[in-house]
């Protein structure tokens, strides 16, 4: 071959700073980011945190229909200009920092509904001009959400409603594993709206717990959630969910998100030191997720995690 | 039974009494009466119904949580699907759901998004609502928060995140409302339904060890209270065993 390389197939395995610079350049031109998992279960809180570290502002935040723990932390990083998700809540308390920027005038939380944003990124993935829905009757979010038009159905003259797509221009994923080409296997219970995602956005970066053997992925090619097709970067983050969890392998960190409320709602009262404090230690000060690991409580700590999957 | 019924128990046992074998539901977000009622539905005259509609079909969790959005909640279940099936499930209906807000008028609208101020600067943001649609989409639903006081029990709401019956018969038919909506709904202390002329709520009947005098006390606008209240009928000794030693196991409905 006259000393020439034979191409070969590029992996997809990146550095989570590397994946956040990634994303950090992507989002400086146009700021949709969307973030998998739901509330507690399967959230990319590793890749947020590298977007923030790196640096990110006047994010427009999207998600399945609900959020919690990572949002509130990017608005408390002050990296949040619009909220696009229609349920944000830690579910057994408000979440503080949203609700204080949001009465202060400082973030827009827009009203929107769970058919709303699925419907949209059904749009997006299907590369169709929007996407009708029949089921929206009756709220004041209908009055207020930006994202619908009232149409007339062209079969029944019915009046429905339309969404347009939604594209994320940055989608981060976590999964629980996937191979070095970037297939993804969620090996949760649910899976949310990931592969619905992965198909509606620009750029697809994921967290995995660990990456397997190709083999693993070509045994059992229906188990792959997201093909690799959809997926632009996977990075290996050991409890890269945390202080989500990572089913079956570690619970969510239900402790450490309270604390993180208690300081965000203190600061909401008007003491910032101790959340302030809290994002230096876990945010702008690691510089790796070996780092982090130390900073939250190192492996016994998790491992106490890990024990938590099995008590069902 | 040894232990005092708890309000929390009393709910679940009112529920669960109201949910017909066959039927498919789900729970909502505040899971932890209504996923009690359904299981206890299940063991004592439902075993055919389903729980489905929020992407897991027939959960078998170890013991009660307070979300089922956790695997551990879920347990072993039969089967899970995601937001794209949930959106298809949105639009057939389920045959009941449950909801609670921050706010409940006394037409059943729940509020989610603010109390105070408006939307764009509000008093107090709450947390939003993602599902909007299983209210009407579905054959009813009920509303069961699980405390009643003059705060969360007004007048009316200050922004309707799920309707209820609206302002009554005229604006649920303008809004296309076409459903049964809110049935019943309750709370720590008692039951209330709808008067079928006008959909105002009305007090249907009251836990043992409240009054009447007591639950209008702690709701914020007139519960058309007319001559006796009847007592909420307690559980059941069957009610009680089962919901205790196969479905709350660790007494998070006394605690």
Sequence with gaps: ?312 | MSAAVSPLEQMVVVLARDLADGELGAAGAAALVPMAAIALARELHAPNLTVGGEMFFNPLPGHLYPSMLDDRALGRCEAAETFIELFGHSHHGLDFFFHSGLQHDSYGNINLHHVGGTLDAPGMRGPGAANLSYCHTSTRFYVCPTVHTTRNFVEKVDFITIPGHLSGPEAKRAAGLKKEGPRFVVTPRAVMDFDPATLRMRLKSVHAGNTPEEVQRHTGFDLGIRGDVPQTPPPTEEELTVLRERIDKTGTLRA
């Excluded at chain 1, 594993?177 to 995602?197: C, F, I, K, P």
């Design chain 1, 1 to 312: 071959m006259n000393g020439q390389t034979k191409p070969t197939r590029r992996s997809k395995v990146t550095g989570l700073q590397d994946a956040a610079h990634l994303a950090r350049d992507a989002l400086q031109e146009r700021p949709e980011l969307c973030l998998g998992g739901l509330f507690k279960q399967g959230r990319p809180v590793a890749l947020v945190r590298g977007l923030l570290a790196a640096g990110a502002k006047d994010l427009h935040v999207y998600s399945s229909p609900g959020a919690g723990y990572d949002v509130d932390l990017m608005i408390a990083t002050g990296a949040v200009e619009q909220v696009f998700i229609p349920g944000v809540t830690l579910e057994n308390r408000l979440c503080p920092n949203f609700r204080r920027a949001v009465e202060a005038g400082q973030v827009t939380a827009h009203a929107l509904d769970a058919l709303t944003v699925v419907g949209g990124l059904m749009a997006s993935a299907h590369g169709v001009p929007f996407q009708p829905i029949d089921a929206l009757r009756g709220s004041d979010v209908l009055k207020h959400n930006p994202l619908i038009r009232e149409i007339d159905c062209p079969f029944s003259g019915r009046r429905i409603h339309a969404v347009g797509p939604i594209r994320p221009r940055v989608t981060f994923l976590h999964a629980q594993e996937a191979d070095r080409w970037g297939n993804l296997r969620h090996l949760s219970t649910m899976v949310y709206a990931d592969q619905l995602m992965a198909r509606a956005s620009d750029i697809v970066i994921a967290s995995v717990d660990r990456i397997v053997p190709d083999e693993v992925i070509l045994d059992d090619p229906s188990r792959v959630t997201v093909p690799s097709h959809y997926v632009d970067a996977v990075v290996e983050v050991p409890y890269g969910a945390h202080p989500t969890a990572s089913f079956p392998h570690y619970a969510m960190d239900e402790d450490h998100i309270d604390a993180y409320a208690d300081l965000g709602d203190a600061a909401r009262t008007g003491d910032r030191a101790g959340l302030d404090d809290y994002i230096a230690r876990h945010v702008t000060g690691p510089k790796s997720q070996g780092d982090y690991i130390e900073a939250v409580g190192g492996a016994e700590y998790f491992a106490r995690l890990e024990a938590e999957t099995r008590k069902r």
